[in-house]
Structure formats: structure tokens, C-alpha cells
């Protein structure tokens, strides 16, 4: 199918929306009617695409939308061919995404308002390479979920090795120079697109944003997915975990020398100091949870060694629609 955007005049820009997409058959149709209408009034400066990226669904999105992309060439759709996640589905959309100009990355359920992306066009315009979105806290964002995603930024402020803004998400603008860095320089398996797209740096600036009401469906962020982005952003940007064995193993030799101490002084003073056992197993117990703690953070990090150096393929594509064949640069 030949390239709408073709022979455009040097002032059009071309604009690629990435949506990721696991079972939304009840709000795709809203999503992408809202998103093209959006789009439309920003013909006059950007040739306009969408590109859905389905991360193996179970529900009919994928029959939908091959008839929305059969009816609008502007629409393309890649087809993965089992689910790989939401940060790989992201990656796949950018590394096929490869002559835009501007990529916005946003969810399919309409919690990120397309209504916005306007105003991160603009940001764009006035030389952000990448415009990233700060959500105001709403009824829409349950008690626990905030918690949790409050406690997750606290954590990575104070681990990570570089800034991780509060209440951000991966709905944002990159530029095409950023794309194009992600996509030739960045390999990593195990891949937290907030923390890279904060450490490639370039110019920067945050929009705050309502997020709109879910139309349909269900947050796919299950409690253990969510634990394992956490676990992915920590390893991927902070070696602290590990650092803190040495600290937190030097500070318990020195409390069972000075234990000891006390122990061989009251040995010699107080000949009636009882000697039961509840000390030793406590001291036992102590000492031997910590290990077992540090081991398992060793564990994860070399878990993370071990998946990075079996060099699988960040995706398999099962169908592309409207797409060219693109080959990832690793």
C-alpha cells in the first residue's frame, strides 16, 4: 500500500501515535476514533499515522483492528506473536516507527486523553526531544495503586542513578533523533523505557495531565506486573542493592564483636548469666536472613546478566499491516 505521506512538502512533519494494545476490543473503535479525530486537525503541519501494537491478544482487538487499518491506510498494525509485555510492545512500535518525526506513545484504554497531544506537539515545536507526562492523582487512580506507585518512585529516587520524576508513565513524546538512539544504541533485554528515555537526556520538559476515565475493560497492570517493571527499573539503573551487602555485613560483624564482648566480660563477671540457647538461635536467625536477602538480590542481578547474555529477540512479529519490514539494529 503506497506511503500517505508521501512527497509531503518539507513543512509537513510526519507524527506517529504508538498504542499498545492487549485484549482492549471494548474501547480500541473509541480509541482510535477519538485519536483520528485529533490528528485531523493537525493536518496542515503533520502527516498523521497510528501504529497498534498488539501484544498477543485473546479477545477479538486484533479482527478489529485489521478492519479499521483495511478502511484508513493511515492506521498500521503489528501483530506480536506472543505476549511480550508492555515495554517491548512500546520498543517494537518505535523500532517501526522509523521515519517519524515525532513518536507519542500512549495507552489504548483511554486513561491517556488523546486530547493532549496537541499540546505535546507543541512542546516538541519549541525544541523538547522529549516531552513526558506528569499524571495528577484523581478518583480513577485506586488507594492501593497509589500507594504502591508512590512507594515505587520513592524507592527509585532514592536507588537510581538517575532523576525519576513522580507520577510519570511511558505516555510521552520522543523525538525522531531520541527514537533513532533507541533503536541503534540501546540492547539491554530487561528495558524501562522511563529510566532510559530520562538517561539519554537531550532537552526535557514535563505536561501535567488528567487521566481520563477508563471506557471499558480492565487494567491490564496485574499486582505482579507491575513488581516486575519495579524489579526492571532497579536493575537497570541503580547497583545500590548490592553495595548495601557490604555495609549492612560490616555493621553486623561489628555488633557480634561487640556481642561478643559483652559476653566474654559477663563470662568473667557474672558467673551466674544464664546460658540458654534462645540468644544463639536469634542471633542465628538474624544473621542468616540477611544472607539469604542479599543472596536473592545477587540472584536477581545476575538473573538479569543471564537473560542479557542468551541474546533472544526483544519481539517476533506474527503480522504487520500497512508496516514495511523493519530489522532492529542489535
Known amino acids: 500500500m503506497p506511503d500517505p505521506a508521501a512527497g509531503l512538502p518539507a513543512a509537513r512533519r510526519r507524527v506517529t501515535v504508538v498504542a499498545p494494545v492487549f485484549n482492549e476490543q471494548d474501547v480500541i473503535a473509541e480509541f482510535y476514533a477519538r485519536t483520528k479525530a485529533v490528528l485531523e486537525t493537525l493536518r496542515e503541519r503533520y502527516a498523521p499515522r497510528i501504529l497498534f501494537v498488539v501484544d498477543r491478544s485473546t479477545d477479538d482487538t486484533l479482527a478489529i483492528l485489521r478492519d479499521i487499518a483495511a478502511r ?51 512542546q516538541f515545536e519549541r525544541g523538547n526531544d522529549v516531552v513526558f507526562t506528569v499524571r495528577r492523582d484523581s ?30 508513565a511511558d505516555f510521552r513524546l520522543i523525538s525522531g533523533r531520541v527514537a533513532r538512539t533507541v533503536r541503534e544504541q540501546i540492547h539491554e533485554r530487561g528495558i524501562f523505557l522511563r529510566g532510559i528515555l530520562s538517561w539519554v537526556g537531550f532537552n526535557q520538559v514535563a505536561v501535567a495531565y488528567t487521566p481520563g476515565h477508563r471506557a471499558a475493560g480492565r487494567s491490564k497492570y496485574s499486582l505482579s506486573r507491575m513488581m516486575a517493571l519495579a524489579t526492571a527499573g532497579i536493575l537497570s539503573f541503580s547497583t545500590k542493592p548490592l553495595r548495601m551487602g557490604i555495609f549492612v555485613g560490616l555493621g553486623f560483624a561489628l555488633l557480634g564483636f561487640a556481642y561478643g564482648a559483652v559476653t566474654v566480660v559477663s563470662y568473667f563477671t557474672d558467673p551466674q548469666t544464664p546460658r540458654g540457647y534462645a540468644t544463639i538461635v536469634t542471633l542465628l536467625l538474624l544473621f542468616s536472613g540477611v544472607q539469604l536477602v542479599f543472596m536473592g ?9 543471564y537473560d542479557e547474555v542468551k541474546g533472544r529477540p526483544h519481539y517476533i512479529v506474527d503480522e504487520a499491516i500497512n508496516i514495511g519490514a523493519v530489522a532492529r539494529k542489535d
Open 297 to 305: 538480590i545477587l540472584g536477581a542481578y545476575v538473573g538479569a546478566i
Open 72 to 122: 484508513d491506510p493511515e492506521v498500521q498494525v503489528l501483530a506480536l506473536s506472543s505476549r511480550f509485555g508492555h515495554q517491548l510492545s512500546l520498543l517494537a512500535g518505535i523500532d517501526h516507527a522509523a521515519d517519524a518525526d515525532a513518536i507519542v506513545m500512549m495507552d489504548s484504554d483511554l486513561q491517556h486523553p488523546p486530547e493532549l497531544i496537541p499540546e505535546l506537539l507543541a
Open 139 to 168: 478518583a480513577e487512580i485506586g488507594r492501593m495503586r497509589r500507594l504502591l506507585g508512590n512507594g515505587f518512585y520513592r524507592v527509585m529516587g532514592w536507588l537510581a542513578s538517575i532523576p525519576v520524576q513522580r507520577n510519570t
